[in-house]
């Protein structure tokens, strides 16, 4: 029993691994072609990861520093001049 199925890239349909036709829609496949993703996408998934890492980082710590910056201007307004 074949429990490995690849998808048609064109209507996302599960076919047989060997397919040279994709019994749903008919068009060409690639023979005996792995499914699995090229690596350069996932160095570009890996970079794009890294880059919302970066920007998260900069805004949680930007957001942190203002609501420090803003605690420190409350304190100074609530407490009188010395
Ligand atoms: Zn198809």
């Given at each position: 029993?074949?429990t490995h ?78």
């Amino acid at each position: 029993m074949l429990t490995h199925r690849r998808r048609c890239p064109f209507c996302r349909e599960k076919v047989h691994p060997e397919a040279v036709v994709c019994p749903h829609c008919q068009r060409e496949l690639d023979p005996l072609k792995e499914t699995s993703p090229s690596p350069w996408l996932w160095i570009l998934t890996g970079l794009a990861g890294l880059g919302l890492g970066a920007a998260l980082a900069i805004g949680f710590g930007f957001l942190r520093e203002r609501r420090r910056w803003l605690e420190d201007r409350t304190i100074r307004l609530v407490r009188p001049k010395e």
